[in-house]
T-cell receptor
C-alpha cells in the first residue's frame, strides 16, 4: 500500500519553456503532498507543501511564481516549472503521507534537464 | 536552529555489520525516520522510531535515545545492494521533517 506515482521520470526541455510534473497517490488519499528538489550529492530540500483545495506553502527562497503547485484533488498534485533555466536542472521528488504524521512515501522522482 | 548530523561517508565489507549514527537538535520531537536512497532514485522508507529503544526489521535495526538526541541504523549481513545513501530525518514539534545530509555507504567485496 501507500504507492506514490510520479510522471515523467525524466524530461529534457529548452530554456524558457515550462514543464509540468505530476504526482499521484494511487491507493490512498493525500490531503498533503510535499515537493522536494535534490541537486547532485546534496540532501533533499523541501520546496513546498501542497494542500488539497488551498494554496501551497513555499519554503523560504523558493519562488512561488516560478514553481507553480496545484493540488486539485486528494490524489493529484502538480508542479510546473515555468520559464525553466539551466540552473533549474535537478531531481524533483514528490511525497505524500497516507495518514497524518505517518512516514513519507516518495514518488520515483523526475530528473529535469534544461538545455 | 535545527540540526541533524550524520557521517558523510562510510565504508564496510560485504557480510559485515555497519552502524550509521545520527544526532539531532530540533524544536520538539515527533519521531525519527531512516530512509534509503540509491543513486538517481527517490528515497524509500526504512524505519520509524518515536520511543526509546531498538526496532528490528530483518537485517536492519534502528535505535533511538531521545534524552541523548541520538539514533543509529544498524545493517547486518551487508550485501552489495546495500550500497546507498542513508538519510536520517526528524519530525519536529510542527510535524515538519528535518533532513540530515545523508550518509553514503560503500560496500566492498
Amino acid at each position: 500500500g501507500a504507492v506514490v506515482s510520479q510522471h515523467p521520470s525524466w524530461v529534457i526541455c529548452k530554456s524558457g519553456t515550462s514543464v509540468k510534473i505530476e504526482c499521484r497517490s494511487l491507493d490512498f488519499q493525500a490531503t498533503t503532498m510535499f515537493w522536494y528538489r535534490q541537486f547532485p550529492k546534496q540532501s533533499l530540500m523541501l520546496m513546498a507543501t501542497s494542500n488539497e483545495g488551498s494554496k501551497a506553502t513555499y519554503e523560504q527562497g523558493v519562488e512561488k511564481d516560478k514553481f507553480l503547485i496545484n493540488h486539485a484533488s486528494l490524489t493529484l498534485s502538480t508542479l510546473t516549472v515555468t520559464s525553466a533555466h539551466p540552473e533549474d536542472s535537478s531531481f524533483y521528488i514528490c511525497s505524500a503521507q497516507d495518514r497524518e504524521h505517518s512516514p513519507l512515501h516518495f514518488g520515483n522522482g523526475t530528473r529535469l534537464t534544461v538545455t | 536552529g535545527q540540526n541533524i548530523d550524520q557521517p558523510t561517508e562510510m565504508t564496510a565489507t560485504e557480510g559485515a555489520i555497519v552502524q550509521i549514527n545520527c544526532t539531532y537538535q530540533t524544536s520538539g520531537f515527533n519521531g525519527l525516520f531512516w530512509y534509503q536512497q540509491h543513486a538517481g532514485e527517490a528515497p524509500t522508507f526504512l524505519s520509524y522510531n518515536v520511543l526509546d529503544g531498538l526496532e528490528e526489521k530483518g537485517r536492519f535495526s534502528s535505535f533511538l535515545s531521545r534524552s541523548k538526541g541520538y539514533s543509529y541504523l544498524l545493517l547486518k549481513e551487508l550485501q552489495m545492494k546495500d550500497s546507498a545513501s542513508y538519510l536520517c530525518a526528524v519530525m519536529d514539534s510542527n510535524y515538519q521533517l528535518i533532513w540530515g545530509a545523508g550518509t553514503k555507504l560503500i560496500i566492498k567485496p
